[in-house]
């Protein structure tokens, strides 16, 4: 079957329509398709996924089968696209400008309804909170890009997630002796290839990238992805990660390693959280670790994450300042001998520990 175009954003003004009609038109179409289900544990919480796609389920599965659960979820994902289904998007009921600069769509947003467009990747991702009724769509889903592979339902996840308290970060985790290290850092800064580090010298991995953490009573880090992303330098410094790539880099693309391949059973669902670690690379050989105030973790920790996802507001602020204020923070300054870095995260996790 031939790919299907994303339906144009149009220029004219359509009929008006509440978000949840929007949701209706353009989700309806798709609840009646033959669907394989199952069920994932969300940073805690069970959701079906209703796969309408194999080609889909292919491309996205493999980031998040490690949360496979068997618990009842209140919870159901519609995941389709329209080159495999055969089903048409009806057009878009918005104008271009509607669409914000995180996504967002203003038009389709409101009484309960979350609405989120991306141009590049052409994703629509639709949430009813009080239904529990999510839904993902893009027009081919044998042609995702690599970052949607290796976070997959990223929107819809971060929406399920607020509804129970549970904020997703950018940022990594991984853990040792019964407690865990948030990474927080921007692009680039080594936060990846620490997490896989730590991974390859047997401790324990939450994700890379994006996790999700909780606040009350303790702060706890929340596994959302099995990936790692790695760039061809990264390859080139920790070759064992090669055998368990799912995208190679290409260019300016990060490539995509399957953690859960590489670690096993140590790829874990949560840890609770004993420091906030902020990694930056050096011209060293040696890593060292010293302390950092809540205001150089906020910053290395917020503005990442307060960008890149749709909704975040002045109440995402206040909960990752609140954990940064409540747990110790430290940089981490990378030396070139990568075999140290793993040694010193679990030092500070050793003096971190009350």
């Not at 079957?1 to 949840?20: G, K, Q």
């Not at 467009?117 to 839904?135: C, D, I």
Request: with cysteine; glycine share 10%; net charge positive.
């Amino acid at each position: 079957m031939r790919p299907v175009a994303a339906p144009s954003l149009s220029t004219s003004e359509r009929a008006p329509c509440s978000p949840r009609q929007v949701l209706e038109l353009l989700c309806g179409p798709y609840e009646g398709a033959p669907v394989t289900v199952e069920c994932f544990s969300v940073a805690g919480t069970p959701v079906s996924i209703a796969w309408t796609s194999d080609a889909l389920r292919r491309a996205l599965r493999p980031a998040i089968a490690h949360l496979e659960t068997r618990d009842p979820a209140a919870i159901r994902v519609t995941v389709a696209d329209s080159a495999t289904s055969g089903i048409r998007m009806p057009p878009f009921p918005w104008r271009p400008d509607d669409v914000g600069a995180r996504g967002e769509v203003a038009r389709a947003s409101g009484d309960g309804v979350q609405t989120a467009y991306f141009g590049p990747s052409k994703a629509l991702s639709m949430y009813h909170a009080a239904e529990g009724r999510g839904f993902f769509w893009v027009p081919n889903g044998g042609a995702l890009a690599p970052h949607e592979r290796a976070a997959p339902l990223r929107t819809l996840f971060h929406w399920i997630g607020v509804t129970s308290g549970r904020r997703m970060a950018h940022a990594a985790a991984v853990g040792a002796l019964g407690v865990g290290a948030l990474l927080a850092s921007r692009g680039g800064s080594g936060k990846s290839t620490t997490a896989l580090l730590c991974l390859l010298a047997g401790m324990e991995f939450v994700g890379d990238d994006y996790v999700a953490v909780g606040i009350e009573p303790h702060p706890v880090a929340f596994a959302l992805y099995g990936t790692a992303k790695v760039t061809s330098e990264t390859l080139s410094l920790v070759p064992r990660a090669r055998d368990s790539l799912m995208v190679a880099p290409s260019g300016s693309d990060k490539g995509v390693v399957l953690a859960s391949a590489v670690g096993g059973e140590r790829v874990v669902r949560h840890v609770p959280l004993g420091a906030i670690v902020v990694p930056r690379v050096t011209r060293e050989r040696k890593t060292r670790a010293r302390r950092a105030s809540a205001t150089e973790v906020i910053l290395a920790l917020a503005p990442t994450t307060m960008l890149q996802l749709p909704g975040n507001d002045a109440a995402a602020f206040e909960q990752l300042t609140s954990m940064a204020r409540r747990l110790p923070g430290w940089t981490l300054e990378l030396g070139s001998d990568l075999a140290q870095i793993p040694g010193r995260v679990a030092e500070i996790l050793e003096r971190s520990t009350p």
